[in-house]
């Protein structure tokens, strides 16, 4: 461990996650919700509070540090990146944090839904935590883990290195972001205000996995044109929109293709919002693979789905549109394997495994690659991540502070 070190990973998070900062998908404003920079504006008090002078936060709730270089060499500025907000997949209103000390390896029974139980046996890494503390929700929220536990690790890493100026390092740049759960968190990102060269984002999972592979990602959106009239006198002549929705959504392949159905490298097509009248409906799917030529695979198939359906309605019609969300970032990284051998040797001397895997999801590292700040994942220790079940350990949230210690001075010491 770290000398000198006072882990407060614990009650920032617990802190951070009373604050609601779940972003809304459907809103034309940025960042999506205003109550996301509730949280901007805490964390810049407190960057500022450490002695960070130009924390600060912009109109588009991106929060912007930089802590000095404490070395004379000239070397990369580095970026360490995670986001404020959370998933609209579960409410993250009132979130109630409990913090389990010296987990006993049973059953976690959440108070305010007593249905809700996090086991073993459905998350076997629990069993990895017994005898350690662990951070749950109480049952009717998420936990907010994904991000605010990488928000909490970059933050008691800003503390450690201001309180430590005799480690060498050089520039270290502090991003906050908003909106990385609704795919638009770099949207409004200023890179030049930024000035950083590479960044590593803190969004990832177990204690030592390292991620510099994500999905490729699209969007589909299928508008449904019916025909309207009265339904007392309707024969012969409406056309059902929803009906028309209902059917694409059941012709959709039920043993491979689903998120339900795939795991490892296999990608998938999610439908993940279905809204309309009679009249005219809208349904919204994601499409994912890790080889992004497989996309327009599955989008034919999404295609070819929608028009046969439709074809059996006559007088309905349908606009499908695509829309590139983000891209593999392994293809940017490969261009610089260093960024990922300075982290596998900044684990070594942590004495933590390295473990690298694909995400079976993005981040902002994915689009940050691809706008030219070559940008991997680390580690968090968040679990069950936009459900009812979040809970992370906090002793992996202790070693990911180690880690980035530890990475900021192995890239000093290769300059």
Same mark, same amino acid.
């Given at each position: 461990?770290?000398?000198?070190?006072?882990?407060?990973?614990?009650?920032?998070?617990?802190?951070?996650?009373?604050?609601?900062?779940?972003?809304?998908?459907?809103?034309?404003?940025?960042?999506?919700?205003?109550?996301?920079?509730?949280?901007?504006?805490?964390?810049?008090?407190?960057?500022?509070?450490?002695?960070?002078?130009?924390?600060?936060?912009?109109?588009?709730?991106?929060?912007?540090?930089?802590?000095?270089?404490?070395?004379?060499?000239?070397?990369?500025?580095?970026?360490?990146?995670?986001?404020?907000?959370?998933?609209?997949?579960?409410?993250?209103?009132?979130?109630?944090?409990?913090?389990?000390?010296?987990?006993?390896?049973?059953?976690?029974?959440?108070?305010?839904?007593?249905?809700?139980?996090?086991?073993?046996?459905?998350?076997?890494?629990?069993?990895?935590?017994?005898?350690?503390?662990?951070?749950?929700?109480?049952?009717?929220?998420?936990?907010?883990?994904?991000?605010?536990?990488?928000?909490?690790?970059?933050?008691?890493?800003?503390?450690?290195?201001?309180?430590?100026?005799?480690?060498?390092?050089?520039?270290?740049?502090?991003?906050?972001?908003?909106?990385?759960?609704?795919?638009?968190?770099?949207?409004?990102?200023?890179?030049?205000?930024?000035?950083?060269?590479?960044?590593?984002?803190?969004?990832?999972?177990?204690?030592?996995?390292?991620?510099?592979?994500?999905?490729?990602?699209?969007?589909?959106?299928?508008?449904?044109?019916?025909?309207?009239?009265?339904?007392?006198?309707?024969?012969?002549?409406?056309?059902?929109?929803?009906?028309?929705?209902?059917?694409?959504?059941?012709?959709?392949?039920?043993?491979?293709?689903?998120?339900?159905?795939?795991?490892?490298?296999?990608?998938?097509? %999610? /439908?993940?919002?279905?809204?309309?009248? !009679? &009249?005219?409906?809208?349904?919204?799917? #994601?499409?994912?693979?890790? @080889?992004?030529?497989?996309?327009?695979?599955?989008?034919?198939?999404?295609?070819?789905?929608?028009?046969?359906?439709?074809?059996?309605?006559?007088?309905?019609?349908?606009?499908?549109?695509?829309?590139?969300?983000?891209?593999?970032?392994?293809?940017?990284?490969?261009? %610089? /394997?260093?960024?990922?051998?300075?982290? !596998? &040797?900044?684990?070594?001397?942590?004495? #933590?495994?390295?473990?690298? @895997?694909?995400?079976?999801?993005?981040?902002?590292?994915?689009?940050?690659?691809?706008?030219?700040?070559?940008?991997?994942?680390?580690?968090?220790?968040?679990?069950?991540?936009?459900?009812?079940?979040?809970?992370?350990?906090?002793?992996?949230?202790?070693?990911?502070?180690?880690?980035?210690?530890?990475?900021?001075?192995?890239?000093?010491?290769?300059?």
């Amino acid at each position: 461990m770290l000398q000198h070190y006072r882990p407060a990973v614990a009650s920032r998070l617990m802190r951070y996650v009373q604050i609601d900062t779940q972003s809304d998908p459907q809103a034309q404003t940025y960042p999506s919700t205003g109550k996301q920079k509730d949280l901007s504006r805490l964390l810049v008090q407190e960057l500022q509070a450490m002695g960070i002078t130009d924390a600060e936060m912009d109109a588009y709730g991106y929060v912007y540090a930089t802590i000095p270089a404490t070395t004379a060499k000239k070397i990369p500025v580095l970026c360490f990146c995670s986001h404020v907000d959370t998933a609209p997949d579960c409410s993250g209103t009132d979130v109630k944090p409990i913090l389990h000390q010296n987990y006993d390896g049973s059953a976690i029974v959440l108070p305010d839904d007593p249905a809700q139980v996090i086991s073993p046996e459905k998350y076997p890494y629990l069993k990895e935590h017994i005898g350690k503390d662990i951070i749950t929700a109480s049952g009717k929220t998420l936990l907010g883990a994904d991000d605010k536990a990488g928000v909490s690790i970059i933050m008691d890493f800003a503390q450690y290195l201001v309180h430590h100026p005799q480690l060498k390092h050089g520039a270290i740049k502090i991003l906050f972001t908003p909106d990385e759960e609704v795919g638009r968190g770099t949207e409004k990102l200023d890179l030049v205000k930024l000035g950083a060269d590479y960044a590593y984002t803190l969004d990832g999972g177990k204690l030592g996995s390292f991620e510099d592979e994500t999905f490729s990602a699209d969007a589909v959106t299928i508008q449904i044109n019916g025909v309207i009239a009265h339904p007392g006198y309707a024969k012969g002549k409406m056309v059902n929109a929803l009906k028309i929705a209902g059917e694409i959504i059941a012709g959709l392949p039920r043993e491979y293709l689903t998120p339900e159905s795939t795991e490892g490298r296999a990608g998938f097509i %999610h /439908p993940l919002r279905i809204d309309g009248l !009679a &009249e005219k409906a809208t349904l919204e799917f #994601l499409i994912r693979d890790f @080889e992004t030529a497989n996309l327009q695979a599955h989008e034919t198939i999404l295609r070819e789905i929608t028009d046969q359906v439709v074809a059996a309605y006559p007088g309905a019609t349908c606009h499908f549109v695509v829309l590139e969300q983000y891209r593999n970032m392994k293809a940017v990284l490969q261009q %610089h /394997p260093f960024t990922t051998a300075y982290a !596998a &040797e900044a684990y070594r001397r942590a004495g #933590l495994p390295f473990i690298t @895997e694909p995400i079976r999801g993005g981040t902002d590292g994915s689009r940050l690659s691809f706008m030219g700040l070559p940008c991997p994942n680390i580690f968090t220790g968040m679990h069950a991540i936009h459900s009812k079940h979040e809970w992370v350990g906090v002793s992996d949230m202790e070693r990911a502070v180690e880690a980035l210690v530890h990475l900021v001075q192995v890239w000093e010491e290769k300059y």
